[in-house]
Each structure stands twice: as structure tokens, then as C-alpha cells.
């Protein structure tokens, strides 16, 4: 008999395929995944959404994001999950939000939170959640290793990106790609700033969001780096035109500041045959395979060396790679598992690992 899944996304962001956000992103794979595999799935998220299974709408923040309105976004959140617990006879509620616990249900359904963004992001009561019944998990080791001590997980599940859809026959042309959430972590000014010091022409593509501060980072860092002609800002784009910019740039720069957990846009790369030139952020470290599939820099001169030297990379080995290693399928049948597991039979206190006790990190992993 199939699950009925209720997936809760972070209430200012729509959830669909073309999503620039990756927990949004995962929410999207994962509805269709339920919904393909015979499964019941029920999506909790803002008005724009577009999903596979049933949707549950709250309306959508319009303008600047104040905090009056972040709160009442969460309020109606919670109200909303509660309807959908009433409606549906829900196995499994799955949260994906930074702010998780403002709408965090009563105790009954197991909830799964999975932990998208960098732990020193979220409230640190948020980490040790009293409701029972409640699982947190990370998606990867980078992320995990910055975990406070004492944090109870399950098992890491990596993230994936359908690899086979992002295959395509468009030639290689001369410049480089950025792409992401406009906003000061991300660091696109140093990538228009390599990119200017290599000699090469740069495109950006981005959603910039209503927060104050990423609206003054784009008025103030991006836009008067920009020409118009070899220094573009091309605004968000869909799945189609993602995928043709990211097989036909020479290089994909990831500047992040911050402690990336992942980053799907670079596994994106890498499935397009483009190598990827980051700053060993976070997971990025892991992700990018120095020398072989893109480079690991530390400035924004070195970003422009590596600019210039990506023709020495194999696209064929980008795309091998992966393939082998960054499949949403896998990623996919993880999550269906773990849910299988937390409905039929909980979670044993053994089967978690504990961050920074004896036993805990690589070696506390269950079978």
C-alpha cells in the first residue's frame, strides 16, 4: 500500500521544476518521485506553486519581505498543515524551512526535517527538537561536520539533479555562467570581477528577492559591474534555457562566501559537461574535483587563472562524473527508503548519529 506523504516547503518560496532554490528544488523531485512510485503526495506551499500531487496553498508574499510579513507567511503555514493533516491521513510530514519549528505540527505524524542550509543558520533549539517523533538529517558531510554537539541525525542524504534531463547537443561557446539567489553569500561581484580580469564575457542569471539586503547588494555590487553586452544580468530562467546556458558556457563560477551544503546548480554544471571553478565552500570542496572537473580557488585572481586554463578539462568526464555521483534517482530512492523505514518501524536512538560524541560522524552510519 502507498504512503501518504505531506512535503511543507519554507513559506516564502514557490516550489516547481524551475525553482532557482534548492530546497525547492529537492521538495519538486521528490512530489514527482511520490507520485510516480504509486505514492499520495501532498504539498504545503505558497501560491505559484506548480506540483505533480495534491497542492495546499497559503498566499504568497508580495513586495519587499518585512519581518511582519515573514511571521504571518509562518502562521499561515501552520494553519495550512494542520488543515492538510485533517484532510489527508498523512504517514509523513516532511519539512524543508529554515524556520521549520514556527509551524512545526502537534505530536502524532513522524515529521522528517531535512536541513538544507548551513547549521549555524538556523536557531540552535531548532537542532534539538522536543517534539517526538521528529528526525533531522543533513545533506552532506561538509554540512554535517559543522554540527553543534550532541545533535541527533540520521544518516546524511546527498542531493541529486536529473542528470539524463540536462543532457543536450549545444556547443560549446566562449564565456562563462553564474547563476543563483542574488544576494551578498553568493558573491557574484567577484565573479563578475574574475571574469572582467580573465578577459572573458560573463553571464549571470538569478532571481534577486524582495530582502532589502539583496536588493542593495544587486543596486550597489552587480549592476554597476554590468555592460549590457559582455557583463549580462539575464534574470531567472526556466529549466530549458537553464540547461542551454549551462552546456554552452566554457566554465560555471561559484564565488560562494558562504559554508555551501551543497550545490545543485554545480552538480547542474557538471551534467551540462561544464567544469565548475568555486571557492572551496562548504561541500564545494567535495563536490568540485580539483583538476578534473573544475577547479578550487581561493580569490578572485585565481577564479581568473582558472578561467583560463578550464579548455585543459574533459566535458566528457564532467558528465561522466555526474552521472556517477550526483543522480537524483539515488537521491530519490534514499528518501523513499528513510520514509518506508520511519513509517513501518521508527527510528531506534542507535540508528542516529550524535555530533561530537565517540562513535558519531562517517563511522555512526546503521545499514
Not at 547549521?119 to 561538509?142: I, K, N, Q
Not at 564575457?201 to 538569478?206: H, P, Y
Not at 542551454?244 to 552538480?267: D, I, K
Request: include cysteine.
Amino acid at each position: 500500500m502507498g504512503l501518504t506523504v505531506i512535503n511543507v516547503a519554507y513559506p516564502l518560496a514557490p516550489v516547481r521544476q524551475d525553482t532557482p532554490g534548492g530546497a525547492e528544488h529537492v521538495l519538486s523531485l521528490l512530489d514527482g518521485a511520490l507520485v510516480r512510485g504509486g505514492h499520495r503526495s501532498v504539498v504545503v506551499a505558497c501560491e505559484g506553486s506548480s506540483t505533480a500531487g495534491a497542492l495546499v496553498t497559503i498566499p504568497a508574499v508580495r513586495g519587499k519581505i518585512s519581518a511582519e510579513k515573514w511571521k504571518l507567511a509562518q502562521d499561515l503555514m501552520r494553519i495550512s498543515l494542520e488543515d492538510a493533516l485533517r484532510r489527508f491521513d498523512a504517514d509523513l510530514v516532511h519539512m524543508h524551512g529554515l524556520d521549520f519549528p514556527a509551524y512545526l505540527p502537534r505530536p502524532g505524524v513522524p515529521v522528517l526535517v531535512t536541513l538544507h542550509l548551513p547549521l549555524s543558520w538556523y536557531d540552535l533549539s531548532a537542532l534539538f527538537p522536543e517534539r517526538p517523533g521528529t528526525y533531522l538529517h543533513c545533506v552532506s558531510s561538509a554540512q554535517r561536520r559543522e554540527c553543534p554537539d550532541g545533535v541527533r541525525l540520521l544518516p546524511d542524504i546527498e542531493n541529486g539533479v536529473p542528470v539524463d534531463r540536462l543532457a543536450s547537443s549545444v556547443s560549446k561557446r566562449d564565456f562563462a555562467l553564474a547563476m543563483g539567489r542574488i544576494c551578498p553569500e553568493k558573491g557574484f561581484h567577484l565573479a563578475l570581477d574574475a571574469a572582467r580580469r580573465a578577459g572573458k564575457s560573463l553571464v549571470l542569471a538569478g532571481r534577486v528577492f524582495g530582502y532589502r539586503e539583496h536588493e542593495q547588494y544587486f543596486r550597489y555590487k552587480i549592476a554597476p559591474r554590468l555592460d549590457g553586452s559582455r557583463y549580462r544580468f539575464i534574470g531567472p530562467i526556466g529549466f530549458i534555457r537553464k540547461r542551454r546556458f549551462l552546456t554552452a558556457a566554457r566554465c560555471l563560477l561559484v564565488p560562494s562566501l558562504a559554508p555551501e551544503t551543497s550545490s545543485l546548480v554545480a552538480m547542474e554544471a557538471l551534467a551540462c559537461g561544464t567544469p565548475v571553478i568555486a571557492f572551496p565552500s562548504g561541500a564545494l570542496g567535495d563536490i568540485v574535483e580539483h583538476g578534473r572537473t573544475g577547479f578550487l580557488v581561493r580569490n578572485e585572481e585565481e577564479m581568473a587563472e582558472a578561467i583560463g586554463a578550464v579548455s585543459s578539462l574533459s566535458p566528457a568526464v564532467c558528465r561522466d562524473t555526474a552521472r556517477e555521483r550526483f543522480s537524483s534517482e539515488r537521491m530519490l530512492r534514499n528518501y523513499l527508503e528513510v520514509y518506508g523505514r520511519i513509517v513501518e518501524h521508527g527510528i531506534t536512538p542507535g540508528a542516529l548519529l550524535c555530533c561530537g560524541s565517540p562513535g558519531g560522524g562517517e563511522g555512526g552510519r546503521d545499514s
